[in-house]
C-alpha cells in the first residue's frame, strides 16, 4: 500500500510540474499595430502616427510575473497628413531619424489591477535617452488571438524632441493598439 501511495503522489507531481509549465506566459506574435500620438501646436490638436510595431511579447495576463515586451517603432515613418512637417520632425531638432532610427520600448514588470486592466512598467527610449514610463492597458484574449490597447502621456522634452514652445505643447498624449497571435 505505501507503495501504490508513493507511485500516487510521483504521478500528481508530475502531472503538476507539467501543468505548471504549460501556464507560463505564452508567446505571441504581432499581426497589425496602431501608434498613435496627439499634440496641441498653437491651441489645435495635431494627431499623428508611426508606421508598424515590430515587438517579441511574452504575455499571460492571468500574472503579473514572467511577460516581457519589447516593441521599436522606426522614427521615420512618423505620419502627421503634411509632408512638410514630417520632413521637419524626422531632422535633428526633433526625432533625429537619421541618428536615431528606432524608437523602443522594454518592460521591466507588470500590474495587474483590480479592474482586470494592467500597468507595464517600461523604459522608453527616444533619440538616445531612455525613461521610465507607466502604461496603463488592456489586454483581451479569445481564443489564440488578443489584443493589447494602452494610451499614455510623455513630456517630448524629456527625450530631446524639439524645445520649449509658447506654441507646441510639452505633452504628448500616445496610443498604442497591437493585434497578436499566439505562437
Known amino acids: 500500500m505505501n507503495k501504490f501511495i508513493i507511485a500516487l503522489l510521483a504521478t500528481i ?15 505571441w ?22 508606421g508598424a510595431v515590430t515587438a517579441k511579447v511574452v504575455f499571460d495576463g492571468t ?8 516593441a521599436t517603432i522606426d522614427s521615420k515613418t512618423i505620419n502627421t497628413g503634411n509632408g512638410m512637417r514630417d520632413g521637419h520632425l524626422k531632422k535633428d531638432e526633433y526625432f533625429s531619424s537619421e541618428k536615431f532610427p528606432k524608437i523602443q520600448m ?37 481564443d ?15 527625450f530631446g524632441v524639439g524645445e520649449s514652445s509658447m506654441f507646441l505643447s510639452d505633452e504628448v498624449t500616445l496610443t498604442l493598439l497591437l493585434n497578436v497571435v499566439k505562437k
Open 13 to 27: 507531481s508530475l502531472t503538476l510540474s507539467s501543468f505548471k509549465n504549460e501556464v507560463q506566459s505564452a508567446e
Open 106 to 142: 522594454q518592460s521591466t514588470s507588470f500590474s495587474v489591477e483590480s479592474n482586470g486592466t494592467f500597468k507595464g512598467f517600461f523604459n522608453l527610449s527616444i533619440k538616445g535617452k531612455t525613461k521610465n514610463i507607466v502604461v496603463p492597458f488592456s489586454f483581451v484574449q479569445k
Open 63 to 70: 500574472k503579473s510575473t514572467s511577460n516581457t515586451i519589447e
Open 144 to 158: 489564440n488571438n488578443g489584443v493589447f490597447k494602452g494610451t499614455f502621456k510623455i513630456n517630448r522634452l524629456d
Open 29 to 50: 506574435t504581432p499581426v497589425s499595430s496602431s501608434v498613435t500620438f496627439k499634440i496641441k501646436n498653437a491651441g489645435f490638436n495635431v494627431d499623428g502616427k508611426f
